[in-house]
């Protein structure tokens, strides 16, 4: 019976963590609230054919209330979500139409998962009180294990999100601890978690990277427009066309001479000041091959007048890209470096809130666990 229960238990983590693997599984959206009902009943019968109804009830509960958490959280930021999906042997997803603005938006949307899901299970101490059934128990020590698990502070559980307002480096120490648990209990499932936290963590490390290539692609498109505004007035493009074969040749030259193989964090500076060359030489080829198509068409002229040239409509719409693109990348490189940022009051207000709601959970699962051996 303990092996089974034990067993039990751990599918149903594994059901809830997968439940939070949100972007893998943003197509599954149906009607708003048909695709709800009918997916649950699916998942329901699911669940109920192989730990029986009443564990299956449980742990569609569970994973119901603790994304109705997140669905509310992120209603009163205004932030629209599509309804909830279940998914059988899989979970729940309740997926967010925007990002959110910043890390302390997505912490209380993350929060609002685990407190929900610490309040699901109160009634089961209600009814334990009352009936002594062990199974309200077993429901005690599910619900709090699953939402105590899911505050490890590892991306993409909850409690990553919720403390990625204080450090993203928390991630690095979350790791460390999951891999202990997966050393002492090897899981597939733990392990898969391991790994997207990997990658978490390595997207937010490389971002300062990432950052000064984009604001260096923004200075290229900068320089690019400005060159191509003064073309109508230049009398021979000859120059021009040299020095741009010229910067062209220079750049792949300079690519054959480097090193094939860059290490990672070791080799940062010089993977950086490679993608700036690689930048030189995409809007070098950019600009000589729109150069070259604008040299030949004709010059049209307003009212045949040789002093009332019209723009021409191919530079026009290269700038049009430009401005474009420097929009998108003013937006990018403004988020990324905002995102993170908050002030103290603010850092230590969820980091009280985070160790308050990660204490009173793990209180209920050794109170769950103390109830289950009574029976036992």
Do not use: C
Not at 75 to 97: M, N, Q, W
Not at 111 to 138: N, Q, R
């Amino acid at each position: 019976m303990n092996n089974s229960r034990g067993r039990s238990l751990w599918v149903g983590i594994g059901i809830f963590l997968l439940a939070k693997f949100k972007w893998a599984l943003a197509l599954l959206k149906w009607t708003k609230f048909g695709g709800t009902f009918i997916s649950m009943m699916i998942s329901l019968g699911a669940y109920a054919a192989i730990y029986g109804w009443k564990f299956g009830v449980a742990i569609i509960y569970l994973i119901f209330v603790h994304e109705m958490g997140h669905l509310v959280a992120a209603k009163r930021k205004g932030i629209p979500t599509s309804p909830a999906f279940f998914i059988p042997f899989v979970g729940a997803l309740v997926s967010l139409k925007e990002r959110p603005r910043d890390a302390a938006t997505e912490a209380y949307l993350a929060y609002g998962g685990p407190l929900a899901g610490l309040i699901s299970f109160l009634p089961a101490v209600a009814l334990y009180w009352m009936t002594e059934d062990p199974f309200w128990a077993v429901v005690i020590f599910t619900g709090a294990l699953l939402n105590l698990f899911n505050m490890i502070p590892v991306s993409p559980l909850d409690g990553g999100r919720i403390v990625s307002v204080l450090s993203t480096k928390i991630w690095l120490a979350g790791l460390i601890l999951l891999g202990i648990i997966v050393a002492i209990s090897p899981s597939p499932i733990l392990f898969l978690i391991i790994i997207i936290g990997l990658f978490t963590w390595w997207n937010r490390a490389k971002e300062d990277s990432r950052n000064a290539v984009l604001s260096y692609e923004k200075q290229k498109l900068v320089e690019y427009r400005t060159e191509i505004r003064r073309w109508p007035a230049l009398t021979s493009t000859w120059n021009l066309k040299q020095t741009l074969l010229a910067d062209v040749g220079a750049t792949k030259k300079e690519e054959s001479g480097k090193r094939k193989r860059l290490l990672p964090f070791l080799h940062e500076e010089e993977r950086i000041a490679r993608d700036k060359e690689t930048m030189d030489r995409h809007y070098a080829n950019l600009t000589l091959n729109l150069l070259q198509e604008w040299e030949h068409q004709p010059v049209e002229y307003e009212d045949a007048d040789p002093s009332k040239p019209i723009p021409s409509r191919l530079l026009v719409a290269a700038e049009q890209a430009a401005d474009e693109r420097i929009g998108q990348l003013e937006e990018e490189l403004q988020h990324n470096r905002a995102y993170y940022v908050a002030s103290s009051s603010l850092k230590w207000k969820v980091l009280a809130a985070y160790l308050a709601l990660a204490a009173v959970l793990s209180l209920f699962m050794l109170y769950g666990n103390h109830l289950m051996k009574l029976h036992e």
